[in-house]
């Protein structure tokens, strides 16, 4: 079980860090064509800056599935400083848990964001529902990587011994 876990949460890490690097290296090179035909030939590209505007946004919710695969998000961690090392494995997979409800719910509402304008175009005649997916698209693989991560939480948890025990008292 933790090897098919552990394969679908390296899979998804590639995945992501591929379209992650692709996606920012075109957006610098796009803004930096932009910044140089401006400077150089009082010109750009027309579509240039909107393209560039897009993807910061799908850079960013990448970088989020990228933080939230690593445990790197933004979390409130106060009670697990007090915590033992098993209870606060239990408050972490709650958390995670609470975190995935909460991605799915926005997944959910970010679908329905998409089908409310589906004729609108954007730049090069893209339909926007097509620039808009990333919204949907990263609260879905954010919950994955949270459900991924409460897993892991758990199997720890289960494999740390009796309730009683502590992991290093073992």
Request: proline share 3%; aromatic share 14%.
């Amino acid at each position: 079980m933790i090897k098919i876990i552990r394969a679908v949460d390296s899979a998804l890490t590639r995945i992501v860090n591929m379209a992650l690097v692709t996606l920012f290296g075109v957006m610098m090179s796009l803004a930096f064509i932009q910044v140089f035909l401006r400077y150089f030939f009082n010109n750009s590209i027309l579509w240039g800056d909107t393209a560039t505007r897009t993807l910061v946004i799908w850079v960013g919710f990448l970088g989020a599935v990228i933080a939230t695969g690593e445990n790197k998000h933004f979390h409130i961690d106060v009670l697990t400083r007090f915590l033992k090392k098993r209870h606060e494995t239990w408050f972490q997979s709650f958390s995670n848990l609470f975190a995935a409800v909460i991605c799915f719910f926005l997944g959910q509402a970010s679908v329905t964001f998409l089908g409310l304008d589906p004729e609108t175009r954007t730049f090069l005649d893209i339909p926007i529902f097509i620039v808009e997916l990333i919204i949907p698209a990263g609260f879905f693989l954010m919950m994955i990587r949270f459900v991924l991560r409460m897993a892991f939480n758990l199997i720890e948890i289960f494999q740390s011994g009796p309730p009683g025990q502590d992991m290093e008292t073992r």
